[in-house]
Structure formats: structure tokens, C-alpha cells
């Protein structure tokens, strides 16, 4: 029996193979450049992208979730629900900065200067 403090919670985001479109299907390198998920210094580079397909990303809640994507010959593919559904897990878990929160702080800031 697995020591339970090392076993790893897998969290999966619906990825259904039957629902994957390939004329729909984005490579990694177009997620990036499309901007289609952020860090907080802007695109995430497909490197990063293939890390969080093949290894995950360890959440703070202690699962690891995968960007879901399927490989094509030498291609990681992915469809772009998919992508938006990780981006807006990862919005969820505060690992990235909420773009509308970011606009409402930049906005306390520049009031509380003017005053």
C-alpha cells in the first residue's frame, strides 16, 4: 500500500478524445503566441506549455492538474476549451493574477495617489 503523504491527486480537466476536432485543434506554439493562457509577465512559452501537458502543474491545494492535449506524430494538440478551461483553473487558484482584480488595484493605486 502507497504511503498516502506521496500519493498525488491528478485533477483532470474534460479533455474527451471523441470530442477532439484536429481542423479545430491548436498546436502548443500557437497557444503561445495567440496569448490563449498568461503569466504574469504576459504569453506562457510553448516549453512551459509541453512541461504542464506531460508533467502538470502542482496546484496549492496539493492536485496536479494537466493541460489537456493530444499527441499527433511529433505535435502536441490541444483544443482551445481546453486551454481556457486550465487558464481559468489556474485563475481560480491565484497563480496567476485576475486581469479584471489587476485593473481594479491599478485603479485604488492611481486614486489614492491623487488624493
Known amino acids: 500500500m502507497a504511503n498516502p503523504k506521496t500519493q ?5 480537466i474534460s479533455s474527451n478524445p471523441d470530442h477532439f476536432d484536429q481542423r479545430k485543434a491548436l498546436t502548443l506554439d500557437e ?7 498568461v503569466g504574469k509577465r504576459g504569453a506562457i512559452c510553448p516549453d512551459t506549455l509541453r512541461r ?34 486550465f487558464q481559468t483553473r489556474r485563475v481560480q487558484a491565484n497563480l496567476v493574477p485576475d486581469p479584471e482584480k489587476k485593473r481594479a488595484r491599478k485603479r485604488l493605486k492611481k486614486n489614492s495617489k491623487q488624493q
Open 8 to 12: 498525488i491527486k491528478i485533477e483532470s
Open 31 to 37: 497557444v503561445s503566441r495567440n496569448k490563449l493562457i
Open 52 to 85: 504542464w501537458v506531460k508533467a502538470g502543474l502542482r496546484f496549492p491545494d496539493g492536485k496536479l492538474v494537466k493541460l489537456p492535449a493530444i499527441k499527433v506524430g511529433k505535435q502536441w494538440l490541444t483544443m482551445e476549451a481546453w486551454v481556457r478551461a
